[in-house]
């Protein structure tokens, strides 16, 4: 990233000088291959853990076509969303007029970028594959990103409804309920659990539950 999430956010899609090649035109592939890949609503677990939180600064991680950053930026917060796609990126702030001022939109690859220590109020992952790697390298990275007092919030289909198929192996990525035992004392453990989920599955897939880890830095 090149620029500090606490400054004032912009509706420009940000670039890198280098990008993971593979990774990216996977995901360009796949939002290219269709003029909307997802429904535009926020993801209902986001709605249900963050409607109480007060409004702060926001890492929207693997933000997609943004509906999830626009919401959060709707009810007040200062959005840095985040996707190694730049054609999502770009539907995203064209979708996003009425809040030009409250979202950044930037493209990254969070395996290889370096985000803010301590820079949000509030880390949100909904259904981003986060590879494991050697010491959890890029899994420490968002969690060194959560503000003291800040929240992260994990959400993944439920490793029961995720099966191996052609080079996908589920374990190759973290789930929630390997992450919380990674927190020790410095988190307070709000929700860790799978429950059903309460919005339609992804198109062509058969995913019923959610696995959700809610957490908070102590101040």
């Known amino acids: 990233m090149t620029r500090n999430a606490r400054s ?14 593979a990774d990216a035109q996977h995901w360009e ?18 709605v249900d853990e963050v409607s109480g939180l007060a409004p702060g600064r926001a890492l929207d991680v693997g ?10 930026a709707r009810r007040g917060w200062q959005v840095t969303a985040v996707d190694i796609s730049a ?8 979708a996003a007029s009425d809040v030009r001022d409250r979202v950044s939109w930037k493209q990254a690859d969070l395996a290889v ?10 880390v949100s992952v909904h259904y981003f594959p986060l590879r494991r790697q050697p ?31 052609g080079d996908f192996d589920p374990d190759d990525y973290h789930q929630p309920d390997d992450i919380a035992p990674l927190l020790g004392g410095a988190w307070k453990i709000l929700v860790d659990e799978t429950r059903p989920r309460t919005g339609p599955a992804p198109a062509g897939t058969h995913h019923a539950r959610d696995s ?8």
């Open 8 to 21: 004032g956010a912009r509706s420009e899609v940000e670039t890198p000088s280098r990008t993971e090649p």
């Open 29 to 46: 592939q796949m939002y290219r291959s269709r003029d909307q890949v997802f429904s535009g609503e926020p993801n209902p677990v986001l």
């Open 63 to 72: 933000c997609g076509e943004g509906a999830d950053a626009v919401w959060l």
């Open 87 to 94: 054609t999502a990126l770009r539907r995203a702030a064209a």
């Open 113 to 122: 970028t370096p985000l803010p220590a301590r820079g949000f109020d509030l």
């Open 135 to 165: 010491g959890h390298s890029a899994l420490h990275q968002l969690l060194d990103a959560v503000a003291p007092g800040g929240t992260l919030l994990f959400t993944t289909h439920a490793r029961e409804d995720l099966t191996a198929s």
């Open 212 to 219: 959700v880890l809610r957490a908070v830095r102590r101040p």
